[in-house]
């Protein structure tokens, strides 16, 4: 069985490939990327002899669609919306099986600061969207749309959540990556980097859909701040959350629900400082006139606070993840609640945000290998890891020692 991993040299694809690189039924992992270098640095890190660097533009659709035939599945760990379109229209058309991780539901693609996502000439992006979805049964190809962590892990649990329930009539997913508690009060916004913080800033700054009132309704991101106590797995610690577009497949898979929103969490007075920031316009991308030079306000600011983001060595980080479904059960108001908190892996220098989003794409990419999955189409991790699948993901998951409590009262 062989696995080809974009973005194979950067964090969260490291970590994809290493996981398979432990599977003895997983003969060859190949990783892609711009520069050999990088790569090479990644082979070496995994140790072993089943890596495979391949250095390809993914704009070649050509060399990309002669790639994917050697392999039997693929996984994107790419960073921004254009790379990862290409991606997935080269799978689908390729008839490779696919595993995505970005917080996007390619169904039905976000209208907002779209990153250069080129959609082909005559078709809206719903209608994009359905081509794909489409083009992908007429191929055979299963392609997970949103798993890691946010989306991932919290669509699974809430996923199984509402399987639990007779009527399913509130969720709420709470997830995020931040610094230990000590290094998060040496840099600003108490905060730091684990992934594109690009692409988070984009996140903070777009309107997104959330359910209300049975509706789905359009609000700004970072918005319905929300403060909480996290008291499990031997902490105790108080967090904030603010909603952010991290499950839209849910606005589509889950359209009983009354209520439904994803939330990001932070440690408290992140989100004040970044409604600062959007209220002095820095975090804006339209282009401002400064002296005789045109400047993208945010992209300064990237310049500027990134160096100040970045891991001081010996600093590590924290993935939290609180979940709420709330419905009936037999003629009984129920809750039924997930809990989660993980470290880095400080012995294999893997971030906790590499575990938690690199090792469910991994167990995911294994399961369709396996022909666990049937599914055809685009389809979202609630609707993929189900039934017998959840135990199994489940014992995967902590058998690399990520635990998920889950609590029904």
């Known amino acids: 069985m062989r696995a080809l991993v974009f973005g194979g040299s950067g964090k969260i694809g490291s970590a994809v490939a290493w996981d398979l690189a432990k599977d003895e039924e997983v003969e060859q992992i190949g990783i892609v990327g711009r520069r050999i270098e990088t790569l090479e640095r990644v082979k070496k890190w995994i140790g072993g002899n089943k890596v495979t660097p391949h250095v390809l533009d993914v704009a ?4 990309m669609f002669h790639l994917m035939k050697q392999y039997d599945v693929g996984v994107s760990a790419l960073p921004d919306r254009r790379t990862s ?18 917080e996007e539901y390619h169904r039905r693609p976000d209208p907002y600061e779209v990153e250069g ?31 890691g962590f946010a989306p991932g892990l919290s ?14 009539e509130e969720a709420v997913a709470r997830v995020g990556g931040i610094p230990s508690k000590e290094a998060a009060q040496r840099h600003p916004l108490r905060y730091m980097i684990t992934w594109a913080f690009e692409h988070v800033l984009r996140e903070y700054m777009i309107k997104l859909q959330v359910i209300k009132n049975g509706e789905i309704v359009e609000v700004d991101a970072a918005t319905d701040l929300e403060r909480f106590r996290f008291n499990k797995f031997g902490r105790d610690e108080e967090l904030e959350c603010a909603v952010t577009p991290g499950m839209p497949s849910f606005l589509y898979s889950r359209p009983q629900l009354k209520e439904f929103a994803e939330k990001t ?10 409604q600062t920031l959007k209220e002095c316009g820095l975090l804006d991308i339209e282009p401002w006139k400064f002296k005789d030079m045109n400047i993208v306000p945010r992209e ?18 924290v993935c939290v993840m609180y979940n709420t479904l709330i419905g009936t059960k037999e003629g009984k108001k129920v809750k039924i ?16 945000m590499m575990r938690v989003t690199g090792f469910p794409v991994a167990i995911a990419a294994k399961m369709l290998l396996a022909g ?27 058998k690399r020692n990520i635990n998920i409590l889950e609590k029904f009262e």
Request: hydrophobic share 40%; aromatic share 10%.
């Open 60 to 63: 070649n659709k050509e060399e």
């Open 85 to 102: 379109y290409r991606v997935v229209q080269g799978a689908v058309e390729a008839g490779l099986n696919f595993v995505d991780m970005l």
């Open 117 to 147: 996502l080129e959609v082909p000439k005559g078709m809206t992006l719903n209608e994009y969207g359905d081509w794909l979805h489409n083009t992908a049964i007429t191929n055979g190809v299963t392609f997970i749309d949103g798993m």
């Open 155 to 168: 669509n699974v649990t809430l996923g199984k959540a509402i399987r639990k329930v007779d009527t399913a």
């Open 265 to 274: 969490v932070r440690w408290p007075g992140h989100w004040q400082g970044v």
């Open 300 to 317: 300064f600011f990237l310049s500027l606070i990134t160096p100040r983001l970045k891991p001081i060595e010996g600093e590590t980080d």
């Open 337 to 352: 609640e997930y809990f989660m908190w993980d470290e880095a892996d400080t012995v294999n220098g893997i971030s906790s």
């Open 372 to 398: 666990e999955i049937t599914e055809k189409g685009i389809v979202p991790p609630e609707d993929t890891i189900k039934g017998s699948l959840y135990d199994k993901f489940m014992e995967e998951l902590r």
